[in-house]
Structure formats: C-alpha cells, structure tokens
C-alpha cells in the first residue's frame, strides 16, 4: 500500500509543478547565460557559483559555528510499505537532498536506494515485488518531474516518461499490474491521468483527456477500477471512477453545488469509496457512496460527525475491516480506527501527541499501521502501530546536529481577535529563561490554503536558543484547518480585507508584555513571501525586517507569469486579473505598488527556476526598493525552484536569513532597558 497515493487536493493547487506552456520544457532563465539576473551588482558566491548574491554579507565564522549543528538536522519521510511490512520506504538525507533509503527493523540501518543530486520524495513499491520501485524526481527544482524505476537487484533506474513534460501523484494498483500517473504530455497545459501496463510500463495511455486538471487517486483492489479528482480549487474538485479497461468514467459526486476532497479509497469489495469532503459541512467529514447510487440525490450519512475537525487522511485494511482516520484538530493530528461493519470510531489514543500524515498498510497485514509523525521539538520520524496491542514503534530516530532536544522550545497554541468577528490562532515560541522584552519574527505560511503546524522549525529554535528571539506562526483567515468558511474569507477581493490580520497580529505582539513591539520582523514563503511584503507596505512603521522567500510583488504580473497549467487554479484563490474591477484590488494590495512606504530592511530570496512564482517578481521588488534603499540583499540560487531543497544552498539561505534578523531587530534587552 503507497501511502502516497491519496495526496492532500490542495497539491493540485499549490504545492504540485505547473505544466510548461505551450510546449513542456522549463521556464527561460531572465537574463544572460552567464549572468542569471537583471539586478545590478550580484555575482556568485565564492565556492557556491550556483548562488548569485547582491549586498548578502559573508557570514562570519562564529556565527556558521553556531548554527552549523542545528542546519544538520534531518527528517525521514514514510513513502511506500513492503507487502509483509517488513521493509519501509523511506525518505530522508544524509548529503545533499532527500533520497529513498529503506529500513527492515525498528532503528535498524537507512539503507541507501537512491544516489542523485536531484530530492526525490514521491515513490511506490511494485507490490509482489519489493526489488522495483517507481519515482518522481525533477532537475534544477523546476519541478517538471519525471517516472523512473528503480530496479533495486541492480541498482539502475530507467526513464519511463518523456523527458520534459511535467507528472505528478505516481503510483502502482495493488494487484501489481498498472501504474499510474498525472501528467501534461498531450498539450503542456491541461494534466492528464496516465495508465501503463508494469509489465510496458513505457507503453502509458491516456484514461482521461479533458481540459484542466486530473489527478489519479486510488484504485479498487482488483485493479480494474481507477478514482481520478478533477481539481478547479481547493473548494471544487469532483470525483470520478475510470474503469481501467475502457476507460469509461462514473462520476461519484455530485454535478450540482462544489466541495473540496482531502482523501479518498475503495472499499474493500470495490462497490463503494470512502470520501472525505466538506462538501456537506464546514469541515471535511468521511461519507461511505455507494457506486450503485453516485452520485447521491441527498447528503450521505457523515461516518465522523461527532468529530468537528477535518478529516486529512484515509487508510483501509487489506481485510477491509478498518480505516484508519485522521484528523487535524488545531494543528495536530488525531488518528482513530473506524469499523466498517459497525462504523464505530475508537481514538488510537496510544500515538504520541503531534502531526502526522502519511498512513498506510502493509498489502498483506491488517494488524499493522505505518505513518509518519513528529513535533515541535523533533524532527519527522517513521512509526508502525500494532492495532492487536495498541503499541507505537518508532522505525527511524532522525538526528539534530548532536543537540539536545530537551533544550527546544514547544510553541503555545493563541488566539488573537481581527476584523470581522475573526479570530486568528497562532503558534508562539517564547525563548526559555528570557529577561525583558524580546524582539519577535512573524513567519507567514505559503499557499494561501495552508496551515503552519507545530513541527520541528531549525527556523524557530534557533531564533529562540540562540537569538533570544520569540517566533510568532499564525494561520490568517484564508488558511486551511478552519473550516471552508474561515478557508475562503481572503477569496478573490476579499484578500483586502484580510490584510487586517497583519496588523491583529502586530497589536496581540503589543499586548505581551514579553514581547517586543518595537522590534519585529516578518519571513515567509511563497504566498507567506506576499504577506511578508505586504506587512512592510502596508503596515511600514511596525516592521524593522523582512525576508521574502519565492514571493509574490504583484498579484496581476504573477497571474499573468506564473506557469499556465495552474494560472485558472489560482485565479480562483486570487481574483480573475482579467477583469478590471477585480484587478484595480489586486493592484491596490500588491506590494510593488507601494514601495515607497516600505522603511524595514529588506532581504529577498529566489529559486532561477521557480515555475510557480517567476523570478521576475523577486527582481521586480529587489529593484524598486532599490530606488530608495540601496542595501537590499538579494540572493538567487540557479539550481532551485519554489524553495531551496538542496542543503548547501538551504544552509547558506537560512544562516544569511539569521544573520540578517540579528543584525537589524538585535539580542534580548536587559530589564532595565525594558523600562
């Protein structure tokens, strides 16, 4: 069982690549071959010619020291089960990126698969055969992923798909003979649902081919039967069942009203699937629709109604007796069994407190559950539960540069009141022992239909040990966690409104005493790169920093450049920029456009090949800002995308942003000067 194989429908809208457009080949570099950028004065960093810096300081040996051991942390990631669950397929890093490493005892060895320079974090067994793997892996982080197998006997992966045009959500049906993938070959816009035979897995046919994007989502056990979400937003997908022969498709929900999809599986006799949508709630709640009656008339009977929280996961028992069922509530992940004759629901309450994903079970054992789980003082680890004892096993123990954990800081869970009667919810890290006010970063999430979790943040605890700084994480109305009415509050034009919470966020800092309030900072990535740059714009005098990661400048120029497989996905998040009522919005809450209110110290950062966010919106801000304030830094890492993901660049990224927060809001004040 791939636990992969019921990915989050908010990948299809965010986290997953775009499709080149028109034809599949990675986005142009913006300037010359040998000089990646337009922004004067950058030039490579010495022994790091892949990053290109502008105004970016050296960093000085004692400061590297100190924070060297916290940037040696590492995670492990469950991505597949061997069908006895005996082996796990995991991913984690030892050099440069993630690779796929297996385990075949608790704390035994991570055995090494995988050999490349490029992360891979997607991947699937071939059931009934544990020596071939298939995997997703792009170049450059831009994202245009290609299927390999691995046949692990001799060690050698082979190219099954084109080369250039981008695939996503790769995963095989249990009974070994299909594999199937999402992808953008026929026209490098519209994402396609592929199906090949394992035995010719090169030889892929088309099961579905219309306009936007479809995704595979799980098949029924015999494989003769395929779930495909077609995804509009991350409120509008709906569910269809492809039969694999003939590719003839059923829809299961219905065409009438619009509701998100977070998980979803076949029952055991494949009759049914088990949904979960909030489609008939504010919440994403679990319904069993029967294939006979889908799509329904009326609302199924919700199997989690006493639970008013969202259903994130789904994983069914080979026998078909249990589905485990996990739910977000308030940042955490609470994970219960649900009988399937009697549809009782038991809390395993035997998993440690914190965030999980990723569950699945071995194809052959339904005794077994394996997941990924971890918390704010420790990184993601693996773990199995024996469902006869109730038992959690940790497999693997990733390792925190040699510090000792009981010296992180667990955040406090806060609520703060905005505009509109909202209530924002936050995660505060507060440094252990300090004296006087301390200064604070605010760390926006991306998205926007994300959520900041309490999981383990290098970020976070090197601020509080070591810069005697406290870290603030809301989750602003327009995040994911809430249900879809707070979810959809900064929808379209209604984004002006929830800015609000920028300065709800500022006023709850001046409220603690323990706070800082004259020295704030503000991070971010992607959409958080937006928020970071509208904190500074729109809120100019209560902000000392910023750093900007991969964000956007200009609603309008993103829209227009970002890569056209996601351009109508996230006109639905943002506002049509076509439609002059909604673009003089849009204009009027982008930060470009308000550049000569910014006086905080500005650091942006940016990935050459980002098909999500262009590096034109990284250049444009860099160079406006400029006009005023010279001293921007600006770094540009030509072998990135959406985010640095290779450790080198990710290490030189993190200790520079640092750097920077220390040299402009400063250590902790003493009492006295607190005064």
């Known amino acids: 069982m791939n636990p992969g194989l019921l990915p989050l429908v908010v990948s299809l809208l965010a986290a997953q690549a775009p499709a080149p457009a028109p034809a599949a080949q990675a986005p142009k570099p913006q300037a010359s071959a040998s000089k990646p950028s337009q922004v004067p004065g950058i030039a490579p960093l010495p022994g790091q010619p892949n990053l290109w810096v502008s105004n970016v300081p050296p960093v000085p040996d004692a400061f590297r020291q100190r924070m060297e051991q916290y940037l040696e942390a590492r995670s492990a990631s469950l991505v597949d089960i061997s069908d006895d669950g005996k082996q796990l397929l995991i991913t984690t890093r030892f050099a440069d990126t993630n690779q796929l490493h297996v385990v075949e005892m608790p704390m035994g060895a991570r055995t090494q698969l995988t050999f490349a320079k490029e992360p891979i974090n997607r991947a699937a067994f071939q059931p009934g055969d544990s020596n071939v793997i298939y995997f997703l892996q792009d170049k450059g982080g831009g994202e245009f992923f290609q299927v390999f197998r691995l046949d692990r006997r001799t060690g050698r992966s082979e190219l099954l798909t084109d080369g250039k045009s981008r695939h996503s959500s790769v995963s095989v049906s249990p009974d070994g003979r299909w594999l199937t993938y999402g992808g953008t070959g026929r026209n490098g816009k519209d994402t396609d649902v592929y199906v090949a035979p394992t035995a010719q897995p090169k030889q892929a046919r088309r099961v579905t081919e219309q306009e936007g994007s479809w995704e595979p989502m799980a098949f029924s056990n015999d494989g003769t039967k395929l779930l495909v979400a077609q995804a509009r937003a991350i409120d509008d997908v709906d569910l269809y069942v492809v039969d694999v022969a003939s590719g003839a498709r059923q829809r299961i929900t219905p065409q009438e009203g619009k509701g998100g999809v977070t998980s979803v599986v076949f029952a055991h006799d494949g009759k049914s699937v088990y949904l979960a949508t909030d489609r008939y709630s504010d919440f994403a709640e679990l319904y069993q629709v029967a294939l006979d009656k889908a799509p329904p008339t009326a609302a199924p009977e919700s199997l989690t109604k006493s639970v008013k929280w969202n259903v994130t996961g789904l994983a069914l028992s080979p026998d078909g007796r249990k589905l485990a069922v996990s739910f977000n509530e308030d940042g955490f992940t609470k994970v219960s069994l649900l009988d399937t004759r009697t549809k009782a629901l038991s809390p395993l309450d035997s998993l440690p407190k914190g ?103 290098t970020f976070a605890q090197f601020a509080t040990a070591e810069l005697g700084m406290a870290v603030l994480v809301p989750n602003v109305r327009g995040s994911d966690g809430y249900g879809k009415v707070y979810r959809a509050m900064d929808d379209g034009v209604k984004r002006e409104q929830s800015l609000a919470d920028i300065g709800a966020t500022l006023d709850f800092i001046a409220s603690r005493k323990e706070l800082d309030a004259s020295r704030v900072g503000v991070s971010g990535g992607s959409y958080g790169g937006y928020m970071t740059l509208a904190s500074v714009a729109f809120y100019p005098e209560r902000f000392k920093a910023a750093v900007d990661v991969v964000g956007i400048s200009s609603l309008p120029s993103f829209l227009e450049n970002t890569q056209a497989y996601r351009r109508d996905l996230r006109r639905a998040e943002y506002g049509d920029e076509r439609i002059p009522e909604v673009r003089k919005v849009q204009e009027r809450i982008s930060p470009l456009g ?42 540009l890492a030509t072998d990135e995308g959406h985010g640095f993901q290779k450790k080198a660049n990710r290490d030189s990224a993190q200790m520079t942003t640092m750097m920077f927060f220390e040299k402009h809001l400063g250590a902790p004040r003493n009492p006295e000067a607190a005064k």
């Open 594 to 635: 308000s550049v000569s209110r910014i006086r905080a110290a500005l650091y942006v950062q940016q990935g050459a090949n980002d098909p999500r966010v262009p590096q034109s919106e990284a250049e444009q801000i860099v160079q406006a800002v400029r006009q005023r304030a010279p001293d921007v830094w600006y770094m």
């Open 355 to 457: 965030v999980a994903f990723g569950m699945g079970f071995p194809l052959k054992r339904s005794d077994l559950l394996a997941l990924t789980l971890g918390d704010a003082k420790s990184p993601m680890d693996v773990w199995t539960v024996d469902l006869k004892s109730r038992k959690p096993t940790r497999w693997t123990r990733s390792e925190v540069g040699g510090l000792d954990t009981n010296t992180f800081v667990e955040p406090t869970l806060v609520r703060y009141p905005s505009t509109d009667g909202v209530q924002v919810p936050a995660f505060l890290y507060l440094p252990k022992d300090a004296k006087g006010k301390v200064p604070v970063i605010v760390s926006f999430h991306g998205g926007p239909e994300a959520q900041s979790l309490p999981t383990f943040s």
